[in-house]
Structure formats: structure tokens, C-alpha cells
């Protein structure tokens, strides 16, 4: 399989706990990004790297949450003393860059980790 | 803003007859993408279709076709002869050229059911 892989596929943990999420990307993809979903909702954006920078961040983003890429392949999200606010999906994503723009690339999807803060 | 709007919430369509899903899409940058996800039960998101600002056809891929009105600003979904396994969560979604270029902003959703 060479689809985006993500793991855990779901994660119980209690308020104010450290969870820890990895990501590995297609191989060829210089793109990597972290989405949110929460039920019932749409996809939001988190950040996302090109090759081993971390070039955007949402506002969505908290100091809580920390993303790494750091040799440009696997990907991981840490998100410290987690609330139950943060009970969500998190989708990992890469695509590869085309040209000067990137707005023609489509993005492809891992499964996600399904995260449940008690 | 930029924004994504999908009105349709829940649509149902009998198996083997066409459906469209509706979408708008609201941005002043004049290079975007549009792109369709389907996302089933299982949770996965998977990439249906594109079409770029640009473009001058409508985009199809096998049983999906995109139905672009730029001076609408819409992107509407068209799945021919639908089967039991389109049932799913449709999310439309926009990239765009200059500026966020690594923001996919998605809509809502239109969660599809096919009746046998």
C-alpha cells in the first residue's frame, strides 16, 4: 500500500494527557498537512510542510499543538494537555508540488486518528 | 473571505438515476482549484474530481462530471447512474493560487444516501 498512513487509527486518553500522532506521507509527495474534522463538519486546516518547513499555520493551532517533519518524510502531531475541546479526527494529507502553484494539486488523504480526550 | 457553500445537507437519489450536489464557492483571487472528496463511513477521504479557475471544459472522471459556472461561482457535482456504494459524505472544497497556497478550505457536506 502506498496511500498516506496514519496511526494510531484511534486514541482514548484522559484530559490533560500528552498524545502523540504520526504520519507517513506518499513517498514522493513534498507536501505534507494535518486536518481537523469534527463531527459533523468539514475538514480544517492545520498546517502544513514542505519538505522538512513548516510553512503555514491555522489559528487554529494553539500553543498546545505542535507538528515536526523533521527529515521531510514521516510527519508527527503533538498535542500536550489535551481538553476534551480536542475530541476530533485528525486527518493527515501530502500532495506533490506541480510548477509555480500548487492550487492544481489535489491532496490525499490517510485514514486519521480518530482522538477521544475523557 | 474565502468560504465554501454547500446548502444540501442530505440528499437521497434512487440507484442507477443521476444526482447533482451542489456547491458555491466564494474567493476574489482569480487562480483557484476546486476539488470533490468523498468521504464513507470508514472515515477515509478520497479525491473524486478537479477543476481549475482556468479550465475552460467542465472536468469528468468515469460516472463523475463537475458542472463549472464561474460567473455563478459554482461547482456542482454530477454523479451519473448512482450505485449503493456512492452512499457517503461529499465534501467540496477550494485552493487557492496565490497567497495560502497549501489551504484546502472545505464546505459542510452533503451526506448522500442511494436507495435500492
Partial sequence: DT?????PRHKI???GQNVTFRCDPISEHNRLYWYRQTLGQGPEFLTYFQNEAQLEKSRLLSDRFSAERPKGSFSTLEIQRTEQGDSAMYLCASSQLQGPSSYNSPLHFGNGTRLTVT | AQKITQTQPGMFVQEKEAVTLDCTYDTSDPSYGLFWYKQPSSGEMIFLIYQGSYDQQNATEGRYS???QKARKSANLVI???????SAMYFCAMKLG????GNLIFGKGTKLSVKP
Fill in chain 1, 3 to 7: 496511500g498516506v498512513s496514519q496511526d
Fill in chain 1, 13 to 15: 486518553t484522559k484530559r
Fill in chain 2, 66 to 68: 463537475l458542472n463549472f
Fill in chain 2, 80 to 86: 451519473s447512474a448512482s450505485q449503493l456504494g456512492d
Fill in chain 2, 98 to 101: 496565490g497567497g495560502s497556497q
